[in-house]
């Protein structure tokens, strides 16, 4: 008897807590609006990078799957390694790799927003480019993407560059100012 009193109390509040919370909707996820940085080609190089290493076929990777991904890419992590590279993208807390989220490491490293040394940096960087499966095309945008990074890069130095030389010149002209007004100050004094 009590344990049906329970039984039943505990369905009502189930059935509250339902009523209280509207279905959650699954959100759509479009990679060419939300990632505009990357070009078709490059979401979809990496899409299929992530359907090769997603052997379970069920649209994640999960722990096993990108401890085979970093042992095939040359850069084998230990488990904890492998757990901090998922906690670091994992936005829905749910231990494993969505292909949101696996575009998000490429997004955070393009950004800088990813340590040096960390496991999700060692991925961006081996999954980069191959010329031999992406062609001399894909090569050709590559170097011209590292090129354009690179201008904006000697960009920001020559600007450093010439804040350096404006303030040479200026405190040069204060020396000669100095020089000049010592002169007349001495030719008043004498």
Known sequence: M??????????RRLDLQDRAQPPR????????????????????DMEQMFKRFDSGKDGFIDLMELKMMMEKLGAPQTHLGLKNMIREVDEDYD??????????????AAAGELQEES??????????????????RGAREFFEAKAQALSVRSKFEEELREEQEEKKRMEEEREQRRAAFKELQSAFCS
């Open 2 to 11: 009590a344990t049906d009193e329970l039984a039943e109390k505990l369905h």
């Open 119 to 136: 496991g999700l940096m060692a991925l961006a960087r081996l999954s980069e480019i191959n010329v031999s499966t992406e062609g001399v």
């Open 25 to 44: 909707q699954p959100r759509v996820f479009n990679p060419h609006t939300e990632f505009k940085e990357f070009s078709r080609k490059q979401i979809r």
């Open 95 to 108: 231990g494993k790799l969505s292909f949101r989220e696996f575009l998000l490491i490429f997004h955070r």
